[in-house]
């Protein structure tokens, strides 16, 4: 008997500056909270077919695992954790304002 499908959303880096990023319903953002929470298999297989298609914009495109809590999408895994903040050999970019 297969899995459950549970939350996921579709993520990748972006080509030009290797920043990690997540599919919304209009595009790609950096922040995770904005991004499409996908509960269809069947949907997200589509959805990640297409974005994977983005050759020129993106690199490495996945689904990622999410809990969702008062509607935010929220890493699944300290994998996906660990991606969304950023860098961590020193602080810059999202880990600035942290």
């Known amino acids: 008997m297969p899995k459950p499908f549970t939350p996921k959303v579709i993520t990748a880096n972006a080509l030009l500056e ?3 990023i ?3 319903a209009t595009g790609w953002t950096r922040d995770l909270a904005q991004a499409d929470v ?17 050759t020129d914009h993106v690199v490495g ?3 990622a695992d999410v809990t969702v809590k008062n ?3 929220h890493p699944a895994h ?4 660990f991606r969304a903040r950023g860098p961590s050999n020193y602080p810059h970019g999202k880990q600035e304002h942290i």
């Open 38 to 54: 996908l509960t269809d298999e069947a949907d997200a297989d589509l959805r990640l077919i297409e974005a994977s298609a983005q």
């Open 22 to 24: 997540y599919l919304t």
């Open 78 to 81: 300290f994998r996906e954790d």
């Open 61 to 63: 495109v996945y689904l």
């Open 18 to 20: 290797g920043d990690v």
């Open 71 to 73: 509607g935010i999408p």
